[in-house]
């Protein structure tokens, strides 16, 4: 009796428990039924064409072009006799500096001595009998004939005495400026003639840069301006001043010839090399600068995209100078205006567009 009692209990409690998952399960079907569904929203679609923008503003601008040019000595002169003679000693050392007047080279001069020597003998003679002739005119006892012909004997005679001298300073070859010296041609013993080249002597304490600039800029640069440089051998920027121009234009290039003078002292540039000059040409304080890929070619010159109220308007503009990335416009933009930079092939005037990005 009490096992049937223990069994029923066992399987009311089965029942119970039945029944309360049962109900548990239920509302827990019905809370979820009874949510309302809610839809994910759609994604908005684009409204244009997708492009790239950049805001223009205001820029200084250096307008610069750079030309080539060559390095020249401020002074060059290929040493030379102006005589026919024998060389009895060399002074020049090769690629050494020397002063304006310091003797090169010394030619044979013992016979030019020599004459010299005979003719101041005869001096001595011509100018007794000239002031004896003198004296005796001053007391009326000699004619004035015999007075103006010793005078002129004495005259010449120191004439040519004058001339030897001449002749003999040539045989000292003298520097003639300060500089340095390249290389010797001849050595002691050499018979030299005029002309002959003895040696080079170059002043390269300041150089010349003689360099060319187009018609539209002859009245740009003018004589005490500064030019910039630079050269292959090292990655330096000089500076040089321009000097001098030519008075006119060369009639097959149309172009005008300048010179400017740079200082050399550290001897760092040699006469020869070449020069790459930055010439600056105007300064710009408020440029509006585009990008290259902005402008759109044209018979008619260039234009550009430009955003309007998310559409795109065609604006012709009109360009100056350029570089690598951008182009200076001088007319058609203002300050604030944003110019499309991408996928102007897909756009018309009025096309809608989507800034993408702007920069």
Same mark, same amino acid.
């Given at each position: 009796?009490? /096992?049937?009692?223990?069994?029923?209990?066992?399987?009311?409690?089965?029942?119970?428990?039945?029944?309360?998952?049962?109900?548990?399960?239920?509302?827990?079907?019905?809370?979820?039924?009874?949510?309302?569904?809610?839809?994910?929203?759609?994604? +908005?679609?684009?409204?244009?064409?997708?492009? $790239?923008?950049?805001?223009?503003?205001?820029?200084?601008?250096?307008?610069?072009?750079?030309?080539?040019?060559?390095?020249?000595?401020?002074?060059?002169?290929?040493?030379?006799?102006?005589?026919?003679?024998?060389?009895?000693?060399?002074?020049?050392?090769?690629?050494?500096? %020397?002063?304006?007047?310091?003797?090169?080279? *010394?030619?044979?001069?013992?016979?030019?001595?020599?004459?010299?020597?005979?003719?101041?003998?005869?001096?001595?003679?011509?100018?007794?009998?000239?002031?004896?002739?003198?004296?005796?005119?001053?007391?009326?006892?000699?004619?004035?004939?015999?007075?103006? +012909?010793?005078?002129?004997?004495?005259?010449?005679?120191?004439?040519?005495?004058?001339?030897? /001298?001449?002749?003999?300073?040539?045989?000292?070859?003298?520097?003639?400026?300060?500089?340095?010296?390249?290389?010797?041609?001849?050595?002691?013993?050499?018979?030299?003639?005029?002309?002959?080249?003895?040696?080079?002597?170059? $002043?390269?304490?300041?150089?010349?840069?003689?360099?060319?600039?187009?018609?539209?800029?002859?009245?740009?640069?003018?004589?005490?301006?500064?030019?910039?440089?630079?050269?292959?051998?090292? $990655?330096?920027?000089?500076?040089?001043?321009?000097?001098?121009?030519?008075?006119?234009?060369? +009639? *097959?290039?149309?172009?005008?010839?300048?010179?400017?003078?740079?200082?050399?002292?550290?001897?760092?540039?040699?006469?020869?090399?070449?020069?790459?000059?930055?010439?600056?040409?105007?300064?710009?304080?408020?440029?509006?600068?585009?990008?290259? +890929?902005?402008?759109?070619?044209?018979?008619?010159?260039?234009?550009?995209? %430009?955003?309007?109220?998310?559409?795109?308007?065609?604006?012709?503009?009109?360009?100056?100078?350029?570089?690598?990335?951008?182009?200076?416009?001088?007319?058609?933009?203002?300050?604030? $205006?944003? %110019?499309?930079?991408?996928?102007?092939?897909?756009?018309?005037?009025?096309?809608?567009?989507?800034?993408?990005?702007?920069?």
């Amino acid at each position: 009796m009490e /096992k049937t009692i223990h069994s029923a209990k066992i399987i009311s409690g089965l029942i119970i428990t039945g029944v309360i998952l049962l109900s548990v399960y239920l509302k827990g079907y019905t809370s979820e039924k009874e949510k309302p569904t809610t839809k994910a929203p759609a994604a +908005q679609q684009p409204t244009g064409v997708p492009v $790239d923008g950049q805001v223009l503003r205001s820029e200084s601008l250096n307008e610069e072009m750079v030309v080539s040019g060559t390095l020249m000595a401020n002074q060059e002169v290929s040493i030379s006799s102006e005589l026919n003679r024998k060389v009895v000693a060399v002074y020049a050392k090769e690629g050494k500096f %020397v002063n304006a007047g310091a003797i090169l080279f *010394k030619l044979d001069d013992a016979d030019l001595i020599a004459e010299l020597e005979q003719l101041k003998q005869q001096e001595k003679l011509v100018l007794l009998n000239e002031r004896r002739l003198k004296e005796l005119i001053d007391n009326e006892a000699a004619i004035q004939q015999d007075y103006d +012909q010793a005078f002129t004997n004495l005259k010449v005679l120191q004439a040519k005495i004058e001339q030897l /001298k001449v002749t003999l300073a040539k045989t000292s070859i003298r520097a003639p400026f300060s500089g340095n010296l390249g290389i010797v041609n001849v050595h002691t013993g050499a018979y030299v003639t005029p002309g002959s080249p003895l040696a080079v002597l170059t $002043d390269n304490s300041h150089l010349k840069i003689d360099f060319a600039i187009p018609e539209k800029h002859a009245n740009t640069l003018k004589t005490g301006d500064e030019v910039q440089y630079n050269v292959e051998s090292n $990655d330096k920027i000089y500076k040089a001043k321009i000097v001098a121009h030519d008075a006119g234009l060369d +009639q *097959k290039t149309r172009t005008l010839l300048m010179r400017a003078v740079s200082n050399n002292s550290s001897n760092e540039l040699l006469p020869g090399q070449s020069a790459r000059l930055t010439l600056r040409l105007s300064n710009t304080g408020n440029a509006l600068m585009v990008p290259n +890929q902005a402008l759109i070619p044209s018979s008619q010159g260039y234009s550009v995209f %430009v955003v309007n109220n998310n559409k795109a308007s065609f604006k012709p503009i009109e360009v100056g100078e350029r570089n690598a990335f951008s182009v200076h416009v001088t007319k058609g933009l203002a300050p604030g $205006d944003t %110019v499309i930079t991408s996928n102007m092939l897909r756009l018309a005037p009025g096309s809608a567009v989507q800034l993408v990005s702007i920069h």
